[in-house]
């Protein structure tokens, strides 16, 4: 076998078996095949597709790569979540807390924002003294003592998806289906857990820009984690603009605690909610959704939720207070209010009020970014405490001089730089816009 001939046959449209798939991964893996060849395969992938079987040819092989968690130390049937990344997607820190406070064990392996979309690691780093990076006993023994337990992904958890992501992030190979599919299920099936439940995003903040492509995806990582023997289940919710309230770390840190508070803005609440439903369903606790949902709502509304998360937070070293109180987190040096007379004015329309009716969220992540929320290379350095706020959704009136949202910076240029990104993201309308639902769909 050699890596040339596999290059050529996937290139021409060919079928690639488990063999070859497994010699182009580790062979990739270990060194033996150099970026430009591995380049030009992933390309090769990206428009001649991969069938059900070579893609979980290849989930297997990224799997098999390193090290897999040996979670079998931990009572009770445990149950991941991965969302397949957004824009203000704080889900885990508030499902996590909501799982565990009814008992079912959440031993969670997060990763880091890259680009326009954020990172559960990166957010829980913003509590000051939050370790991300503990042993994997102290991980378990936490996971059975707390119920819950998020930590970054050890470097040897599926190394052949790290190498392969790095070289797909430089070569626009990002966005199909089998690659995406491989990706996170390598990483799911090595993090060990008995269930998972996947937030499939759609839409213009998503890797999945259509709801025909975001089903794609579902349907394929659902079939690998299944054939895993995990059970495996996907919500396909909305990205055509941020999930809540808040975009950038600590921001997003904080709108968790007011959500476990009771106080959630409703389009977050109810993704979370349908992704915890699911999640007790899975674990055994619910023997349906409809009986999920008032266990989720009790364990909100009697602080149990809450008192979880501040328990969990603890456990990792994080300084509690600030959860107590969340004007202890450091505040930027600027704000910056954007009106609805400054989008109207980038909609190059007359009128005194108009209806938010499109975003490219995209965008808004990226304004993020360029106030320093987030990293455009995995080595940059973040600015935790920078983001915006938002007063306003999809199908909302805006009038001229009211607020839609807040830019916070420790930097002026780059506040400028994100506010002229930011106007340009919405597109307004005279008449009144619908919005969009933020479920669409359980596969
Ligand atoms: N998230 C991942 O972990 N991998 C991808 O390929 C895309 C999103």
Partial sequence: ???????????????????????IVDGFTKGEIPDYQMAAF????????????????????????????????????????????????????IVGPILASLGVPVAKMSGRGLGHTGGTIDKLEGIPGFLTSISEEAFIKQVNDVGLAIVGQTANLAPADKKIYALRDVTATVDNISLIA????SKKLAAGADAIVLDV???????????????????????IGNMAGRE????????????????????????????LKGNGEARLMEVCRELAANMLVVSGKADSKDKAYPMIDDTINSGKAFDKMKEFVAAQGGDVSYLDNTDLFEKTKYEKIITGKDIIKANDIDV????????????????????????????????????IRLFKHLGDRIEKDEAVAILYANDENKMSEAFNRFIKAYKVTKDKAAGNPVIYKSV
């Fill in 182 to 185: 491989a990706s996170i299920m």
């Fill in 42 to 93: 992933l390309m090769a992938v990206y428009f001649r597709g991969m069938n059900d079987e070579e893609t979980t040819n290849l989930t297997m092989a990224m799997a098999d790569s390193g090290d897999r968690l040996d979670l079998s130390l931990i009572n009770g049937r445990k149950v991941d979540k991965h969302s397949t990344g957004g824009v203000g997607d704080k889900t885990s820190l």
């Fill in 352 to 387: 005194n009020e108009a209806y938010l009716n499109e975003c490219d969220n995209q965008e808004i992540g990226m304004a993020s970014l360029l106030l320093g929320g987030g990293r455009r290379t995995k080595d940059e350095i973040i600015d935790l405490s920078v983001g």
């Fill in 1 to 23: 076998m050699n890596t040339y001939d596999l290059i050529m046959k996937k290139r021409n449209g060919g079928i690639l078996d488990k063999d070859e798939i497994t010699y």
């Fill in 201 to 223: 995003k759609t839409g213009t903040g998503a890797f999945m820009k259509t709801l025909e492509d975001s089903k794609k995806l579902a349907d394929a990582m659902c079939r």
């Fill in 232 to 259: 495996t289940v996907a919500v396909i919710t909305d990205m055509n603009e941020p999930l809540g309230n808040c975009v950038g770390n600590t921001l997003e840190v904080i709108e968790a605690v007011e959500c």
